[in-house]
């Protein structure tokens, strides 16, 4: 693994006193010297490193007064292209972390996961479906509730460690993700949703349903996904179709 420079190295520091809290979001940090002081490194290697989280949108500086530490935004997803919770995550700065809940090769399946793969387990004999529930976090603050269906063969050895970490990156190294079709809906949560997310019974959430293929349109992935709204956005970009 590559050395990290100093200035890296005093953003990696600077970036978990953050997401640890130690620094709070409106918090001023100390001044550049202060902080020299701290990391016993060049005042230089300190700006350095406040610019980096400042791209990162961790930091934010107002000239004659300091350096803030900002308040989180929400996640976006769909801003970068199709990404998974760990990718996105990992892209915006932050540290996600995931709680598997059940994963079974999946007995009674759903009319509408049925559709999705139909063609599909018909040509490969009815193959098992995989049934996975996992809890995703940010900052060990619980995010989104997971609901997933996708054929065994993508997934051939399943561990614990596997499953805690990136499944589109897992998928790759069986198919290649081309394109996901979603459906966004408002919803309120219930008295489980509720337990997993801290969250009030009925407090907003999410509901995504998302479709993945691969490039030449094999169906992957039926996702079914609670998110929360206080904490997550959805962003598209829309073309305008033109009409002669």
Known sequence: ???LTAFQQVAAELREKINSGKYQPGQKLPSEY???EIFQVSRLTVRKAVAVLIDEHLLAKEPGRGTYVMRPSKISSGSGGLQGFTEKALEEGREPRT??????VATRIPEKVTAFFGEERANNHLEPLLHLSRLRFLENEPMTVEDLYLPQR????????LLEGSLFRELEKQVEIGYSHQEVEAVLADEQLAQLLHLPEGAP?????SLTYSPDGRPILYDTSFYRADKYTFRNTLQRKRYR
Do not use: G, I
């Open 1 to 3: 693994m590559k050395k």
């Open 34 to 36: 202060e902080l020299a």
């Open 99 to 104: 709680k598997v809940l059940s994963c079974e």
């Open 154 to 161: 993508y997934l051939p050895v399943v561990s614990d460690e």
């Open 205 to 209: 959430l999410l509901l995504v349903h």
